[in-house]
Each structure stands twice: as structure tokens, then as C-alpha cells.
């Protein structure tokens, strides 16, 4: 098999030059898809018929949640590449990924909690779904702690690629634990492969409040991992060149 | 159209409004927060370059 493309992307230039591209187009797409979903889903969708308004949530907590989940795999993802192929931009990837992921498991938690108390009567129950969630905040936490501990790049990289690829077990813990415990939590209530379990007007709006949360990850992640290039590679050509113009720029 | 007859109604969320918009308050300004940091990192990033030429273009 043919691995160059795999090696152009971990050029930190080439990947400087191509972000510098995608990412307007992200943010753009990432800021109307929210604004026409949440919209929707706010005021146009049909209440449910047993909650009332307050099913509203869905259309932030969802995302949220599988986002969250869907970082992670993204984290363990660059650290088999950052493991096998040693390529330095994985790392930029999990070390940048890693907070967003934090903060996305932070809302989804915060808005169930939220969500929970006219449902459950109850902000917070230590069920398998609620605990397993808590259990990936407190991996991001970690993620990002031993990032930052080590203060040899090449071994903090090391280290957090094995801790994401380890830590990878609680995702199908979380989307299966539904599934597995006799959770207050109920089952999955979005996918694409399946056929919807609500009605369209309830769907449609979920489904562009999902893609919008992506895009708004990988706007965010884009402008994070420029920085952090252009940081680590402040003194090759192409990098004071691009600093100048950007200095240039700014007066 | 809406799901609401009024404007009001909307606000009111049939009593669940507080639930509603500190959920939705919170999440937007969890989000706006992961926007804001990344670029005052950025502008940080930059006034410490000029700041860093400055002085090497002195010596």
C-alpha cells in the first residue's frame, strides 16, 4: 500500500498551507448549520408528548455527547499513527483535540444534568451511562495533565498516544452501556443507519444541530493546530516567513 | 409555524424555561469560550514574536 499521502499530511507545512484553506469554509458551515438547527429546534420543532419542551436539550446534548465519544476515537486514532508512523503532527492533533473533547464532555454532562431534573427528579444518578461519561472527562483531564507534565516533547507524545489508545475501551462502555445495565438513561435516539425513532420535524433539526457541532470541532481544531505548528516549528524558513506576514498583517 | 402561538409562549417554554435556556445559555458560552481562547492564544503568540525581533533586531 501506498503511504505517501499519509506522510505529505504530516508535513507541517503542507498541512499549514491546507488548513489555512478549509478552515473558513468550516467555520462558515459550522456557523449556519447551528444557527438553522438549533433554530429549528428550538422553536419549530413539535414538543414531545411525554416531556413537553424540555426534550428541547436533545439538540445540544446530543451532539455534544457524540462528539465527545467521536474526539476520543479521534485521539486514539493519532496516537497509533504518532506510535507507528512517528509523525510529529499527530501529536499536535491529540495535544490540540484533547481540550475540545474536555469541553464538549463537559456540556454534554452539564446539559443532561440539566435535562435530568424535570425527567428524573434528579441532577445526577450514578448510572452506567452518567458514570461512563464522567470516567471520559476524567481520561481528557488526564490526557491533557500528562501533556503538559512531561516536558520532553518526543516522551509526552509517547506517553499520551499509549493513554488515548488504552483508554479507548470506554467508548463502546458508553455506547453500549444502555444496552448492558438497567440504565435510567434511555437508548440511543440518533443514528444514521437506522431508521429515526421520532418524526421528521423532530429528526431534521437533530441531525443539523449534529453536523454543525462537527464542523464547529474542526474549525476549532484547524486554528488551534495552526498555532501550535507554527509554535513548534517558529524557526524553520517557511514558519518566519509566514510569522512576518501575519505581524505584517496585524499593523 | 412555530411550535409556539406567541412570543411568550416561547420564553415560557410551558414552565420548563429554566431548564431550557441555562442548558442552551451554558452550551453557548462553553462554545463562544472555545472560540475566544484559542484566539487570544494566537494574538498572545504574536505581540511575544514582534516583542521577541524587536529586541534581536536591537542587538
Redesign the interface.
Known amino acids: 500500500m501506498n503511504w505517501t499521502w499519509l506522510h505529505k499530511w504530516g508535513s507541517p507545512k503542507w498541512f499549514y498551507d491546507k488548513s489555512g484553506r478549509f478552515l473558513p469554509w468550516l467555520a462558515i458551515a459550522s456557523a449556519l448549520l447551528l444557527a438553522v438547527g438549533?433554530t429549528w429546534g428550538?422553536?419549530?420543532?413539535?414538543?414531545d408528548y411525554q416531556q413537553?419542551?424540555?426534550f428541547?436539550?436533545i439538540y445540544?446534548?446530543v451532539p455534544?455527547a457524540l462528539l465527545a465519544q467521536s474526539i476520543y476515537l479521534a485521539l486514539a486514532a493519532a496516537g497509533i499513527v504518532g506510535l507507528v508512523w512517528k509523525i510529529k503532527l499527530a501529536d499536535v492533533t491529540l495535544q490540540q483535540a484533547a481540550p475540545?473533547g474536555a469541553?464538549m464532555t463537559?456540556?454534554a454532562l452539564?446539559?443532561g444534568a440539566?435535562?435530568g431534573?424535570?425527567t428524573w427528579g434528579a441532577y445526577w444518578v450514578w448510572d452506567a451511562r452518567l458514570t461512563s461519561m464522567l470516567i471520559l472527562l476524567f481520561l481528557y483531564l488526564g490526557l491533557i495533565a500528562l501533556g503538559q507534565a512531561i516536558t520532553n516533547r518526543d516522551s509526552a507524545a509517547r506517553a499520551c498516544a499509549l493513554l488515548a489508545v488504552v483508554g479507548v475501551i470506554n467508548i463502546p462502555i458508553i455506547k453500549y452501556s444502555v444496552e448492558w445495565w438497567n440504565t435510567l438513561h434511555q437508548p440511543a435516539s440518533f443514528s444514521l443507519v437506522q431508521k429515526p425513532a421520532m418524526p421528521m420535524q423532530m429528526w431534521l433539526p437533530l441531525l443539523l444541530a449534529v453536523l454543525g457541532f462537527y464542523c464547529?470541532f474542526g474549525a476549532?481544531l484547524m486554528?488551534?493546530m495552526r498555532?501550535e505548528v507554527?509554535?513548534r516549528e517558529?524557526d524553520s524558513r517557511w514558519a518566519t516567513v509566514e510569522?512576518s506576514r501575519?505581524?505584517k498583517d496585524?499593523t | 409555524?412555530?411550535?409556539?402561538a406567541s412570543f411568550a409562549d416561547?420564553v415560557a417554554?410551558?414552565?420548563?424555561s429554566a431548564?431550557?435556556w441555562?442548558?442552551?445559555g451554558?452550551?453557548l458560552a462553553?462554545?463562544a469560550?472555545?472560540?475566544v481562547l484559542?484566539?487570544l492564544?494566537?494574538r498572545q503568540?504574536?505581540n511575544d514574536?514582534?516583542r521577541r525581533?524587536r529586541r534581536e533586531a536591537l542587538r
Open positions: 438549533l428550538l422553536a419549530f420543532a413539535p414538543p413537553g419542551n424540555s428541547r436539550i445540544i446534548h455534544a475540545i469541553w463537559v456540556i452539564a446539559t440539566i435535562w431534573r424535570p464547529f476549532v486554528a488551534r498555532l507554527l509554535r517558529a510569522i501575519l505581524l496585524r | 409555524m412555530t411550535a409556539f416561547f417554554m410551558d414552565g420548563h431548564y431550557i441555562s442548558a442552551y451554558l452550551c462553553l462554545m469560550l472555545n472560540v484559542p484566539l492564544a494566537r503568540y504574536l514574536a514582534a525581533r
